[in-house]
């Protein structure tokens, strides 16, 4: 079957511009995350769903950074006022509970701020 | 609070070698631990996960990984490294709500 999609797969921004990623779970899993991937690091979490509403969202950075899953399934994270510190690659993955059991990853958005 | 901590940034073997990459744990309750490959450009893949069942865990490709309490650590093994072993490797435990990864192991692999 069809794993989690991540649309862009590359994104290009200029400084303080405002990006949006997308994030297509597994058909069926209520629990989502995000998880951001710096050069020659593990991924680190954001965010965490379950079903509409962000369970945990201590992850996020500051409050440029928001996501939203408004019928439970896609997920959308968004970012204002883009910083060069921002650029890395961002992960989602999707589980079929919040127990962060087993979680399937999408291939990630490489996102680049100039 | 759980983490992980993996031993070596780098690892090369030659092809046929055993693969040894080295991870320990933190954590203050029994713990899920896993171990996901990235190849290059692509997300993470499972290869294996722990979840307080059998010590010794098989996953696929021919990973192994055995839970050892005493040492807190959940080392991945491969009998004999293949060329298409490269890649980059995550050791990682289940939080709460999140999975928290390693830094990761680069392995090489040397015909």
């Known amino acids: 079957g069809a794993g989690v999609s991540q649309t862009p797969s590359n994104k290009v921004t200029e400084k303080g511009k405002y990006v949006e990623l997308r994030c297509d779970p597994i058909?069926?899993?209520?629990?989502l995350y995000w998880y951001r991937q710096s050069l020659g690091q593990g991924p680190e979490f954001l965010i965490y769903?379950?079903?509409?509403?962000?369970?945990?969202d201590s992850g996020l950075p500051n409050d440029r950074f928001f996501a939203v899953r408004p019928e439970g399934s896609v997920s959308t994270l968004k970012i204002q006022r883009t910083e060069r510190g921002d650029s890395a690659v961002y992960l989602c993955a999707s589980s079929l509970s919040g127990s962060s059991y087993e979680q399937y990853f999408g291939p990630g958005t490489r996102l680049t701020v100039t | 609070a759980q983490s992980v901590t993996q031993l070596g940034s780098h690892v090369s073997v030659s092809e046929g070698a055993l693969v040894l990459l080295r991870c320990n744990y933190s954590?203050?309750?029994?713990?899920?631990l896993f171990w996901y490959v990235q190849y290059p450009n692509q997300g993470l893949q499972l290869l294996l996960k722990?979840?307080?069942?059998?010590?010794l865990v098989k996953g696929i490709n021919g990973f192994e990984a055995e839970f050892k309490k005493s040492e807190t650590s959940f080392h991945l093994t491969k009998p004999s490294a293949h060329m298409s072993d490269a890649a980059e490797y995550f050791c990682?435990?289940?939080?709460?709500?999140?999975?928290?990864f390693g830094a990761g192991t680069r392995l090489t692999v040397k015909p």
């Open positions: 058909s069926g899993h209520t629990a």
């Open positions: 990682a435990v289940s939080g709460k709500n999140d999975m928290r």
């Open positions: 769903f379950q079903g509409t509403g962000a369970a945990d």
């Open positions: 954590s203050s309750v029994p713990p899920y």
């Open positions: 722990y979840t307080s069942a059998a010590t």
